[in-house]
């Protein structure tokens, strides 16, 4: 129960930061970098998940993604649907073995695992548009867009945690327990 | 780690492969279900950024002013796209008439669309208009305004679209020089500044063409292709001579940004 209901808010909360980032325009002074609010607020699911709950919103996740950017060029879908659904399942479980830590109130670690998931999660998708076009190029501004939504999903982490962690016991068997270990 | 979550683990992955050797018609599908799921939150998102950008206007005008005046602007628009066309149609005609020739021409026939949602993603170049297939849009179908080219619808749900635009890299339009006999093939760049309207790459240009800043750009029209000849693409900006071709940086005659109101080429009249 506690991992549906957790997944259920989690799954909430990552399309409403679709919606949030839908809404956000690029940030000029940092080359055209994006806010992407999503892998922040998986990272913070799947730390706060038992792994049940956190493969559900990883699944979600990934779909919502993948739906949300699916191109087709020529006839050729650049990143498949279920790509996306991998790299969170494989996030996921490594966020997931600091749930422990995380219970006892150690919520830090999702400063640098909100960042380093932003910043790979961008850095997938340009490895795996690449290789669909002409070849990798490189530019300055591409660095800025895949390390800057990174380090900016590391400044909210905190913020995120201040909303979300007073919502906590309003779910139904609390999942910050302790109990099952 | 427990033989339930292994098993778990093992069933998100399998269905994720599933999932990824779907043909890209199902998967457009999918992504056309999911838009038209997403639409009302865009379209009430569209609807608090308007409302909070006429609170000024409102003030000033009144409502059924404001809606004849975006009717007639509409129209306006139509007209002057069909203008453009066909004065193309008229220089075209005039060549073949010299040249005692014919070619049949279509004229096209547009729908008035609206921009719900800009791209909000870091390495495409798209927005989603307010049209679907119930309005007789289809894959694949040019999008264009009274000033130039848009781009090309993609995804086409119930009663949304996904246009992409004519800067992103994977919108590829085959493209002649006013003025001369030089084609090639125009599209955007991988990551464009995103302070402008952004540039597009005309390559494959003889080497010797020695294109002039400000030249315009058209569409050329190929057979079956997916753009009909003589819509203005932009100018060229800057052209350089590479070892094996000639390439020309082109400025965007639509700056989509700014862009509202599109039109879509659903067909001939």
Redesign the interface.
């Known amino acids: 129960m506690k991992a549906v209901a957790g997944a259920l808010a989690a799954c909430v909360g990552v399309f409403a930061a679709f919606l949030l980032q839908q809404a956000l325009p690029a940030i000029h002074v940092l080359h055209g970098a994006r806010f992407v609010f999503v892998p922040m607020i998986f990272c913070y699911a799947a730390m706060a998940l038992p792994f049940p709950g956190m493969l559900l919103a990883a699944f979600c996740t990934g779909l919502l993604s993948d739906l949300m950017y699916l191109n087709v060029a020529e006839g050729r879908v650049e990143i498949a649907v279920g790509c996306s659904i991998v790299f969170f399942v494989i996030y996921g479980c490594i966020a997931n073995g600091f749930r422990l830590s995380f219970l006892r109130g150690h919520w830090w670690p999702v400063v640098p695992l909100s960042v380093i998931c932003t910043s790979s999660f961008l850095l997938m998708q340009f490895a795996m548009i690449s290789l669909r076009r002409d070849g990798f190029v490189y530019e300055q501004a591409i660095l800025w867009r895949i390390f800057a939504p990174g380090l900016l999903a590391g400044l909210f982490a905190p913020l995120l945690h201040a909303v979300v962690s007073p919502f906590a016991s309003l779910i139904p068997e609390n999942p910050w327990s302790t109990r099952e270990y | 780690?427990?033989k339930?979550?292994i098993a778990?683990?093992l069933a998100?992955?399998a269905?994720?492969?599933?999932?990824?050797?779907?043909s890209?018609g199902a998967?457009?599908s999918?992504?056309a279900g999911?838009l038209s799921f997403l639409a009302p939150?865009?379209r009430t998102?569209t609807a608090v950024?308007e409302q909070i950008g006429s609170m000024g206007k409102g003030l000033k005008t009144l409502d059924e002013v404001e809606a004849d005046n975006r009717k007639l602007t509409e129209v306006n628009r139509v007209l002057l796209t069909t203008n453009n066309l066909l004065r193309e149609i008229e220089n075209e005609n005039n060549r073949l008439r010299l040249a005692l020739e014919y070619r049949e021409r279509s004229v096209f026939r547009l729908m008035a669309a609206r921009v719900i949602?800009r791209d909000?993603?870091?390495?495409?170049n798209?927005v989603k208009i307010n049209r679907g297939f119930e309005d007789g849009v289809e894959t694949d179908q040019p999008v264009l305004t009274d000033v130039g080219l848009v781009g090309k619808t993609?995804?086409v749900s119930k009663n949304e679209s996904i246009v992409?635009l004519v800067t992103d890299?994977?919108c590829?339009v085959a493209a002649k020089v006013e003025g001369t006999r030089e084609q090639g093939i125009l599209s955007g760049m991988?990551?464009?500044?995103?302070?402008s309207g952004g540039e597009l790459q005309l390559n494959f240009l003889t080497k010797n063409a020695a294109l002039e800043p400000g030249q315009k750009v058209y569409t050329a029209g190929i057979s079956n292709g997916v753009f009909p000849s003589g819509i203005l693409i932009g100018k060229v900006k800057e052209f350089r001579t590479r070892p094996l071709d000639g390439q020309a940086i082109v400025e965007p005659a639509v700056d989509i940004s700014q862009t509202e109101d599109v039109f879509v080429v659903v067909g001939a009249k």
């Open positions: 780690m427990k339930l979550n778990l683990l998100v992955v269905l994720a492969v599933y999932l990824s050797v779907l890209p998967m457009q999918m992504q999911f939150f865009l998102g950024q949602a909000a993603s870091t390495w495409w798209t993609t995804t992409v890299e994977t590829r991988r990551v464009q500044d995103s302070g």
